[in-house]
Structure formats: C-alpha cells, structure tokens
C-alpha cells in the first residue's frame, strides 16, 4: 500500500511522522474517512466540506482541500482495485512542543487506504454509560480525540455489541461512537437534530436529503421503544438496528429501514459525489 503525506506518495513502510507532531502528543487534529467502491470514492466533496468546517472549529488554518483531493485520488489510483476499501485523510496541527501549545509549523496532512469489510445485514447496540457533552468544545467536529469512543466501543462489544450509542447531558439520544441513529416510532422516521451535539454525518445528511426525516429530541429510551431503527455511517450506509442492551426490536429491518436503505443505494449508485 502507498500513502500521502504532505504531498509525497510514499510506501506505507517508509511514511512517518515525527514523534513531536501534535496530533500524536495530544490529539490535536481532524479526520474523515471516505468509502471507496472499486476505485471511485464516494461523496469525496461533502467530506472535504466537513473536514475544513472540523478544521475551522478546532482552530486550525484551513486545509489545503484541491492538494488533499490529489493525494486522494493519487492514493485510490496507486493502490490495488479493491471491492470496497475507506480512504482515511488526517490533518493534525503540526510540529508541536510536548504539551497543550501548539507550535507555528504548518499542518501535517496524511490519507491512507485499507480494505473494508461489508457491513453486516444487522447490528446490535449497547448504550455506553458516559454521555456526549453537547455544549463542548469538540460537539459536532469530527477530531481525531477518539479515545473515547474507543473506550466506548470496547465496552459494547463486551456486552455483544457492534456500536455503542451515546446519550447527551440533556438525557437525549445523541449518536454512537461513529454513527447516526435514525427510529421510527408509529410510522414517522426520527433523528436527533445537529443541537443534540451529534456529528453532522454525511450518510446522515444524504438520508435527510434523499428519503426524509424529522430531526427532534429524542429521550434515550425512544431508542430501545422503537419500533424499528437504523445506523448511518460511511462504512455502514443504512444499517438495521437488532437489538438494543439485548432487547430486540419488533422489525429488523422494518420496512421503513429497508426502503431507506434501498432508497439511498439507488441514489449513491447515480451520484457517487453527489
């Protein structure tokens, strides 16, 4: 595999970074991952989008988007032909000092590509004990400050979970550790609004765009009360929720949740950056 950093395509055994950039020292950086289908990168322009709207909020100076864009393309075009693979582009603040403080060097930029699994037909979801802090200075910016959703994440899978699902401080449903939550209660397809301090998701963003749906707070036990639910996510596109904390929902999918997912593959497979 090849990777881009900087400008430079070098072999993935020969990419570094320096033990001083800030992203390593403290995390200090903005990320997105685009999916890859048989060399065409999907949605590349919403996430470039998100990725200098990321990069604005955290205080960075903006990215360079028609470099990265090159180095995308470069990557995808330089590696093998792959069923499905993501991209992921990493843009830290640079050379630092070993503290808070960020240096003056210009950003470090990195994309790099592996191989994706599919997502599975169905997923279950634990809800994690810690909440999303709507109000914090990182609510809605996709940063590379993931430990937290690792923590998460790990903690859901030792209890049989695929995702975990956060609420926020207020109590409502928020989002999970790289995901959007969609339910539908009485035949109406609900999602917690961008206040809710969840990440303005692409997937997300096309679904409210190509199939509809209400954005509106949300109690956390709207989730596992629901009639039938699904995640969005750039790995996931629309995946069926099966069980929350171990109780499993009443359709799986639903035919709201499949007409969902049916809706946004047909439109993904006409606008690949739409």
Not at 153 to 161: D, H, P, S, V
Not at 165 to 191: D, H, R, S
């Amino acid at each position: 595999m090849v990777v881009w950093i900087n400008g430079d395509l070098l072999p993935d055994n020969e990419a570094k970074i320096s033990v001083f950039d800030h992203g390593l020292v403290t995390g200090d950086g903005v990320f997105e991952t685009v999916k890859v289908t048989n060399g065409t990168l999907f949605a590349l322009s919403r996430h470039l989008v998100r990725l200098g709207r990321s990069a604005a909020g955290l205080g960075l100076a903006e990215p360079d988007m028609d470099q990265i864009r090159a180095g995308a393309l470069a990557v995808v075009d330089a590696s093998p032909m792959l069923p499905l693979a993501r991209v992921r582009i990493t843009v830290t603040a640079g050379m630092s000092a070993l503290g808070s403080e960020r240096g003056n060097s210009p950003l470090t930029t990195i994309v790099a590509l592996a191989e994706q699994k599919p997502p599975a037909a169905a997923i279950d979801v634990v809800v994690a004990p810690w909440r999303r802090n709507e109000e914090g200075a990182l609510a809605g910016l996709k940063t590379t400050s993931y430990a937290g959703n690792v923590r998460a994440l790990a903690y859901a899978a030792e209890r049989g979970g695929g995702e975990a699902i956060f609420a926020n401080v207020a109590g409502n449903l928020c989002e999970g550790t790289g995901t959007n939550v969609f339910v539908a209660i009485g035949g109406k397809l609900i999602t917690p609004p961008l206040s809710s301090g969840c990440l303005a998701g692409v997937t997300r963003g096309l679904v409210l765009e190509w199939f509809g749906a209400a954005e509106d707070e949300l109690p956390l036990t709207a989730l596992s009360n629901a009639d039938e639910a699904f995640l969005t996510g750039t790995t996931r596109d629309v995946q069926p929720i099966r069980h929350v904390n171990g109780r499993k929902l009443a359709a799986v999918p639903g035919s709201i949740t499949r007409k969902a997912a049916e809706v946004f593959a047909m439109r993904a497979t006409e606008s690949p950056d739409p």
